[in-house]
């Protein structure tokens, strides 16, 4: 809304964006991303969704309104703007206790102490890409900053990557600002966090962990990788909580995984890369935000008439609210993603299961009564659709969520079979999976190839 309202002050018409109590914060701060730190806001007390008629009525007339007219009629104060240091401007030189604090209290770390990007530093991760240090990869939302080669080397150091890391980071960073991602959302209330996964040769070269705790830290690659996307979500995209970020909980940053190729290629299986577009044997790294994810413990037996049930209620629950995200806010949106351990992705294969095949089974038996599908949309999650039919009709939804009118019938989650993601990592020993539950166009899933400097092989020798 905002946006909108940006466009339409920049052509000369007034506007007045209705906020909620809880987001004022955020609509000054991301009004200063937009170039217009006094975007008029007109407040609408407390939350809409927790109120009776008469209280909602009586909050827009006798506060919200006013504020309206007073947005339409009256030109808003000028606001300065402040400028942000150069990028390689040295804004501090202290003691390594003196620079965490100052970064801390400044916003620019996560409160964990950060290594000093120090001009030295950056020009070590420099010298593991070709890319000119000044070359922007991506304006990024809601503070519409420019993320360069540098500031991608400040951040990388900062959150304690090795310099040959850099072309991940890099890769990261224009993934981050592909449009289908929507880095704009990274705030959003449900308090999403992204999942990064890392498929070609350079994850065994740079000794990612791809087998038992893969989503643990402990490994430099997985972890430090990790912890760089949130600090640049923080320091490049400006999303800070209280302000930008709402997250009504929210996570920690998740730690990278990896696929254990090794064993997808035993499998004639495709990589999460592949399935996404990227060519086989490429390096590549996927993002996709999740709001939460369940763990499916000891999926017993030796074929997957035993194996896959068990998988498929596990992912089937897991999904709730998110149905938005089928029909609703963006229809045909919801990616849910299922990680298997190797074990079970090899019973599962031995017994004749592709991943295709799986995607049918899951697209067939994740699937719920017509009835309670239009609930969670319509009378849960304040979402005005109460009929599935309906939305068929208007050719909202594909006509598998209207095969009848029978209120028991059962329905999907997703559009499509191919909506189901799955990937392999984790020990290989165990007999468990992981399902996340997706944000939908709130953090769409996206790929970027890795491009690797020249002479890359001699440079992760000396880096070693």
Known sequence: MLRASAAAEKAGVPSSSLVCEGFIGQASTTSVGLGLPNLPVALVPGHVGTQGDQELADNILGVTLDAVVQNLTVSPNAVPLTEDPAPRDVVFSGTIDEINRLFTENEWSDSLPIIPPTVERVEAFLAYTDRDPNEVLAILLPDSRAATVWSVAV???????????????????EAMGDQAYGVEHSGNTPGGETLITVNGPIASALRFNDEQGVLRDGFQPNT???RFWRLALRNLAGFLLHKNDKCTFGNTWRVVMAENEPVLDLLGWTTMAEDLGMAKGQNAVSIARYTGSALIASASGDTGDKILPYLADGMLKQNTWHLVFTIGTSPGTLRPLIVLSPIVAETLAKDGWTKERLRQYFFDHCRMPAWEFERYLGEWTEHPIRNLQDQ???RRAPEVFAKSTDPNRLVPIVFKPDDYMI???GDPLRNHAITFAHNGILGYPVARKIELPANWEAKLKAAR
């Open 155 to 173: 951040n990388g150091v900062m959150a304690g990557c090795r310099p040959e890391y850099m072309p991940v980071l890099i890769a990261l960073i």
């Open 224 to 226: 430090t990788i990790g």
């Open 423 to 425: 990937a392999v990592s």
């Open 392 to 394: 068929v009709n208007l």
